[in-house]
């Protein structure tokens, strides 16, 4: 039996007793229809979990109550908008539940039924503590339905309820969500043979399905997008008509043995393509062929469209920035991984977060700052404490979200916690699927915890995903060559745009050195020094001497091991920093 806090959707038809009694066959094909095309694929992107069926009554278990609102609102906006005959009532609360045997049980349970009949047809009712944890962005969407005594309650409480006659003037969806919206549009088969549709059907399926499983974008449902097969309106027009920013497209030519998948990602309001690639394969594995093609757009995607984003967001003045614009500018800064950058960075999600304070990734960048400070040797004694606690916070508001999960690791490194941070790197891996930047940064954290080999192997698999990763993968993949002894190969990954820091620089030289490479060794010393100088000046840190412990010290407390360190201190010293 488990005891926790959830979110708690309860659905149920409208009239479906009426709508048995009147066609048991057609009542039944419509209830499945709505499950496989709007409820379970919409669920998928919401990370919901249905726990309870009852004839046409459903309960879902959201991680949060933003998940649950947001879930509901695609759900009935859908449904308005295919105008079924199929009508829900929703309610959703916040509250204490039991788990047990694949069952749920509680209070909590209990009101979001409650709430489920008090809701308007097509609608959605939702207590107040939910109300209250939605953000205004999403809660202005509601009316207030004022004080309400539930059915075996002795306390009254506040409802407020959503219906879709209301959204006439509402703003759409990606602007209540402040994530950009994308639509994986049926590629196209080219094949001579028309039965293959179902292969380009199944690679333009598991991509929608993949981008679900992304936080930071709005993916819309199959039933939506694929309306649009064969459709004559220009991708602007199309976009338009689906809410979104950002088109999928592609096409399968199979010839023989041989199949040609091409894919484009498209900007909706400029047309341009900002990502293309053609996947040429042997069709020994038609499925597996289908798996890896997919694995790799997916992997990919997420990144190009929050480039995108970012890119745009320079051309705004910070003040009419939202709070996903300000976490995109923050993190362009933070992936520099030097001081300068990484202080602006913490001003932007401190904005973000004054904006939206239940903003779950906000709090995971905010506390990634402190975590680079510490690895750069320039935190407070008080970031550690930090850290964790700010981490915390974006796990309890997210718990499904993989980089949120690999950021407490980070947390629980930096509090020298060793053990939690082992279990929480393997959880965080054991969840990602194609979130290749989150698992190259699990790969990192098995390198500070000295899993050197295990490091290399997470690292590669993550870069294999994402040929197009951004340099400070190649930053990562550099010490753990260090680590394994490979300092050619160290030096060719550091010396180029990985080269962000003084720990880049301190790497470089001790690389040179214990491959021998004496000169070339003592000129990446002075860079070092350089380097290593100016970023503690910009803090305000009185650098002293140029030796090992004045300048490299700060770096001593990142590694588990000690030998990994001294490693490194010997190779400084090589080069003639002394101690």
């Keep these: 039996m488990e005891r926790k806090l959830a979110a708690i959707l309860a659905a149920d038809v409208v009239g479906y007793s009426a709508m048995m009694a009147d066609d048991e066959e057609a009542a039944l094909a419509d209830l499945k229809e709505h499950r496989e095309t709007v409820f379970d694929p919409i669920l998928a992107t919401y990370s919901g979990r249905i726990i309870k069926l009852i004839g046409d009554g459903t309960l879902v278990e959201f991680p949060s109550a933003v998940d649950a609102v947001q879930f509901g609102l695609d759900v009935q906006r859908e ?22 045997d694949d069952d749920i049980y509680g209070h909590g349970v209990n009101i979001a039924a409650r709430l489920e009949t008090l809701s308007p047809v097509g609608g959605i009712c939702i207590s107040s503590i939910v109300y209250e944890c939605i953000g205004r962005r999403i809660a202005d969407f509601f009316s207030d339905m004022g004080q309400n005594t539930l059915k075996n309650m002795s306390n009254s409480i506040r409802l407020y309820a959503w219906q879709p006659k209301e959204e006439i003037t509402a703003p759409p969806v990606r602007q209540e969500r402040e994530k950009p919206s994308v639509a994986v549009l049926p590629f196209v088969n080219m094949s001579e043979d028309e039965d293959q549709q179902y292969f380009s059907d199944g690679i333009s399926e598991d991509i929608i399905t993949g981008l679900s499983r992304f936080r930071t974008l709005l993916v819309v449902a199959r039933s939506s997008s694929f309306k649009f097969r064969q459709s004559d309106l220009s991708d602007s027009e199309i976009a338009a008509k689906l809410g979104v920013q950002y088109l999928v497209e592609g ?3 199979k010839a023989g043995n041989r199949v040609r998948i091409s894919t484009q990602l498209i900007a909706a309001d400029t047309g341009n393509h900002l990502w293309a690639e053609r996947y040429d394969r042997n069709l020994e594995d038609i499925f597996n062929v289908q798996d890896e093609v997919t694995q790799n757009i997916i992997a990919v995607l997420p990144g190009r469209v929050q480039h995108d984003v970012a890119e745009r967001s320079t051309l705004k003045p910070t003040e009419n920035m939202k709070a996903y614009e300000l976490l995109l500018k923050g993190k362009a800064l933070r992936d520099g991984l030097n001081p300068q950058d990484t202080a602006r960075a913490k001003q932007y999600f401190e904005k973000a977060l004054k904006l939206d304070p239940t903003y779950a990734r906000a709090y995971m960048y905010l506390a990634d700052t402190y975590v680079v400070d510490m690895w750069l040797g320039l935190a407070d004694p ?23 999960q690999d950021q407490l690791g980070y947390a629980y490194l930096c509090a020298q916690l060793w053990g939690h941070a082992d279990v ?49 993968l190649d930053w990562i993949l550099g010490q753990v060559y260090f680590f394994l002894g490979r300092y050619d190969d160290a030096v060719g990954k550091l010396i180029g745009e990985a080269h962000l820091n003084s720990i880049a620089d ?11 490479r004496q000169s070339e060794a003592e000129a990446a010393l002075e860079t070092f020094v350089q380097r290593r100088r100016a970023e503690l000046e910009s803090r305000g840190i009185s650098a002293g001497a140029n030796t090992i412990s004045e300048l490299a010290g700060g770096f001593r407390a990142t590694w588990r091991n000690p030998d990994d360190w001294v490693l490194l201190a010997s190779g400084l010293r090589r080069a003639g920093l002394p101690d």
């Design 382 to 404: 008080d970031a550690p404490k930090h850290a964790l606690d700010i981490a915390r916070k974006g796990a309890a508001l997210d718990n499904n979200d993989v980089y949120i």
């Design 424 to 472: 929480q790197f393997e959880k965080t891996l054991s969840r990602i699927v194609n979130e290749a930047e989150s698992m190259a940064w699990c790969g990192y954290g098995f390198l500070l915890l000295s899993r050197h080999e295990k490091a290399y192997d997470v690292v590669i698999e993550a870069m294999r995903l994402d040929p197009l990763h951004p340099p400070a």
């Design 251 to 253: 096409s399968v030519r």
């Design 506 to 516: 301190a790497f470089l030289v001790a690389a040179f050195a214990h491959s021998e």
């Design 79 to 100: 449904l308005a908008n295919q105008s079924s005959r199929l009508q829900l009532r929703i309610g959703i609360h916040l509250g204490d539940v039991i788990l047990e």
